[in-house]
């Protein structure tokens, strides 16, 4: 038996989350089920409205599902979102401090953790800087560190990013790539980005939208590193591509 | 010289089968990363401490000097009689005198001690009160539009009531003050609370923090631009309040600006008359300047300054 509850680190099973009632009732998720092992990459991929975002915060533990249960074995989940979300009257290393700081670690192992957590996103010696004076992949490795001050096992991010030009996620990609194996954390990693999520998952979990539902699951066997416009990629994507345009397409009628 | 290279199908194929067959690496990342780092990161434009002084000082000065010049010509104009209305040139050597005298400055420390007592009070109750209707819906419901109604009374209005039930004391005025003060500060709180991005509030959530702790880390600093501008608010009240004050409310053995200016009303002593109007308003102009600071300050920090704009 134990064997089983070890065997994965996020056990997501039969969630269903409703928001309002009568005829204001929306179901965003419907019935979700899947599961992480210990220190594995899975992406949650889909379009608009398939309730990726509600997912995640169910796991966070800021929201409760309506129906169905969420087992992280008492690990701890870190959310990081769309945008780096950094509080702007704090520095860099503030902001990586916070989480810490909020759990009561005493000051000194704080400033040392926080050094190490930014030289591992590469960021050592720009602790002092304000949020406004990095750019959006820096502010969003920033807020990766931030995550990681959480002392998350199970690490969540939320289309991480979407908002950052191609050059630069795609050195993110390598990035967080690095610091998954480096750390061994389990990674559940929101995208609407096809290719991003074959660049980078084991295993992709494609949801149709409104509500979400799992549609597929696809176990990426590729071998790493990948590079985002190597063809194995490529041709990868084409087919889940396909598979997640049939499931829009289901919507305009 | 500039590298023009052509690339033809033959080379592109090429290019894929190198991709396919070697095994791809991500060496470099760090370097390449580093590169944009650098490409990226903005160095603020500085300017010297005295050419920043100077550039914020001599428009004052011109408008000073311009006033001065407007004033003097309605003297010479002899619209009034100069015993009613006094040139510059008798009123700024009348405060130059005053300023050397004791009486003006225990006026003044009076006047300064009723002002900050006044708003201190006026602060630590406009907070709890915004606090606390930002927190419950129901008090929101009940009070949320009398915060702001009482806000737009003008403060005079208190003074008959607060005369009755003080009489002719510093409680009066004091009560008036902080009546004043407060609702400004209230609202600041509570629009402050209100605008702070659900985001943050998130974001502090996830990382544990609730209640008291969520308060202190997240939602006070974030609130803080409004809390700000609400205490800069305040203060205007809280001094209009005092000055109508000690021009109506002349407590026996206790001078201070507001009483020395009705004073020399009385004594039909205009060149006394405007040099304590001078004295009211240049406190007006440094304590504003002081929160000219401390906001520009707390903006710089956030990157919110024009010149800060990328």
């Not at chain 1, 210990?38 to 966070?60: M, N, R, Y």
């Not at chain 1, 810490?100 to 953790?113: E, F, L, N, Y």
């Not at chain 1, 194996?181 to 409104?210: M, P, W």
């Not at chain 2, 040139?87 to 130059?96: D, K, Q, R, Y």
Request: proline share 5%; aromatic share 6%; charged share 20%.
């Amino acid at each position: 038996m134990t064997a089983v509850v070890d065997a994965s680190a996020v056990r997501i099973d039969g969630v269903s989350r409703t928001f309002g009632s009568g005829s204001h009732r929306v179901q965003a998720l419907d019935n979700v089920s899947f599961d992480a092992r210990p220190g594995q990459f899975v992406c949650l991929l889909g379009a608009s409205g398939c309730g990726k975002s509600t997912l995640l915060g169910i796991l966070a533990g800021i929201d409760r599902p309506s129906s169905g249960m969420v087992d992280v074995g008492g690990r701890r989940v870190g959310l990081m979102f769309q945008d780096s979300a950094l509080l702007p009257w704090l520095t860099a290393g503030g902001n990586v401090a916070l989480p810490m700081k909020i759990r009561g670690v005493p000051k000194a192992d704080r400033q040392a953790r926080v050094a190490e957590l930014l030289a591992m996103v590469r960021l050592a010696g720009l602790a002092d800087k304000r949020p406004h004076e990095l750019s959006g992949g820096m502010r969003q490795r920033v807020s990766l560190a931030r995550t990681f001050a959480q002392e998350a096992d199970v690490l969540c991010m939320d289309e991480p990013f979407g908002a950052l030009d191609a050059m630069t996620r795609d050195l993110l990609h390598d990035e967080l790539e690095r610091i998954w194996r480096e750390t061994g954390v389990t990674v559940l990693f929101v995208t609407h980005d096809v290719r991003e999520a074959v660049r980078l998952g084991d295993r992709i979990v494609l949801l149709s939208s409104r509500p979400g539902r799992v549609a597929e699951i696809f176990d990426v066997g590729l071998e790493r590193p990948r590079r985002i416009d190597s063809p194995d990629v490529a041709v990868l994507a084409a087919t889940i591509t396909a598979r997640l345009r049939e499931e829009v397409g289901r919507h305009g009628h | 010289m500039v590298t023009e290279t052509t690339i033809e199908p033959g080379a592109l194929r090429k290019a894929r089968a190198v991709s396919i067959d070697e095994p791809v690496s991500t060496d470099g990342t760090d370097i390449t990363l580093a590169g944009l780092d650098a490409l990226d990161t903005v160095t603020e434009p500085g300017r010297p401490f005295a050419a920043r002084v100077w550039s914020a000082t001599w428009p004052k000065l011109g408008a000073v000097a311009i006033f001065l010049l407007l004033w003097q010509i309605v003297v010479w104009s002899d619209w009034k009689p100069s015993y009613v209305l006094p040139g510059p040139s008798e009123v700024l050597p009348e405060l130059a005198h005053q300023i050397m005298t004791g009486d003006f400055w225990s006026a003044l420390v009076r006047t300064m001690q009723r002002a900050f007592v006044g708003y201190a009070l006026a602060v630590l109750i406009g907070t709890v009160v915004g606090l606390a209707v930002s927190r419950f819906v129901l008090l929101r419901t009940a009070v949320g539009s009398f915060v702001t109604a009482l806000q737009t009374m003008p403060s005079i209005v208190w003074f008959p009531l607060a005369i009755l039930l003080f009489k002719l004391t510093e409680s009066a005025i004091l009560f008036v003050v902080v009546l004043g003060a407060a609702p400004s500060i209230a609202n600041g709180v509570i629009s402050g609370i209100d605008y702070v991005p659900p985001l943050l509030t998130k974001v502090g959530q996830t990382m544990g923090a609730h209640g008291l702790k969520l308060y202190r880390l997240v939602v006070a600093p974030a609130a803080l631009p409004s809390v700000v501008a609400g205490l800069k608010q305040g203060w205007a009240f809280a001094w209009r309040s005092l000055m109508a004050g000690e021009l109506l409310v002349i407590v026996p053995g206790h001078p201070s600006i507001g009483s020395d200016l009705e004073n020399s009303r009385q004594f039909l002593e205009a060149t006394g008359v405007i040099a304590s109007m001078m004295t009211i308003f240049i406190i007006g102009v440094l304590v504003d300047a002081a929160f000219n600071v401390a906001d520009r300050r707390m903006r710089a920090r956030r990157g919110l300054l024009p010149e800060q704009a990328r």
